[in-house]
Structures are given as structure tokens and as C-alpha cells.
């Protein structure tokens, strides 16, 4: 899949509504922000506790190793709302996602 800003949304899917994301998240109009590459290893524990929090309490597994981090502006009744995610590192996702800063996303949760 290729990443071109002129004629295509970039799709970001997620398996569950996380507590770090803006309510309705899948409604909004949200944007990426920046990207960048972080070790698992360098990630605070309770910022991976924070980030991993589904909506009922359950938590998903970061892969370890070299993750992507992308940080997101999302269109909200109070004005915005700025959150982070970590996506497994791929060569492949790494060079979409490096062409996406200042584009709108399409936020979709694959269950709710």
C-alpha cells in the first residue's frame, strides 16, 4: 500500500476502544501530528499501562523491540484533543506513516 496525500485518507485500525482515545474517536476528523521510532525498552511503565488501557480494563501486549510512536490531533466538542499511540514497527508502516504529518486519518476500531 502506498501513502499518496493528494487522493488518499490513510486508514488507522485499532481492535478496541482505548482510554487514550478521544471520545468517538471514530467520528472525529483527526490528523497525525509527528511520528517517530522508540524502543519498547525506553517507554516508562506506566506510560505503556496508559497507553495499552482498553475502555473494559483489558490491556494489549506492545510488541517489544522497536516501535513507531504517532501522536494525533483529533476534532472534539471542547476544540481538540492531542493523544499518542505506539504501532509495531515495520519498514513498510514506517514509510507511510513518515509521509502523514499534517494529513487527516480515518480512525476505525475494529471492535467495540
Do not use: C
Not at 468517538?24 to 476528523?29: A, N, P, V
Request: net charge negative; glycine share 8%.
Amino acid at each position: 500500500m502506498r501513502f499518496d496525500p493528494a487522493s488518499l485518507m490513510l486508514t488507522i485500525a485499532f481492535d478496541g476502544v482505548y482510554k487514550k482515545m478521544p471520545y468517538g474517536i471514530h467520528l472525529l476528523e483527526t490528523w497525525v501530528k509527528d511520528i517517530g521510532v522508540i524502543e519498547y525498552a525506553d517507554i516508562p511503565e506506566s506510560e505503556r499501562l496508559a497507553d495499552t488501557e482498553r475502555t473494559d480494563g483489558t490491556h494489549y501486549q506492545l510488541p517489544t523491540g522497536k516501535l513507531i510512536w504517532v501522536k494525533f490531533w483529533s476534532v472534539t466538542a471542547l476544540g481538540g484533543e492531542e493523544w499518542i499511540t505506539y504501532r509495531r514497527f515495520t519498514q513498510e508502516n514506517y514509510d507511510i506513516l513518515k509521509q502523514a504529518p499534517g494529513h487527516e486519518v480515518k480512525v476505525i476500531i475494529k471492535k467495540t
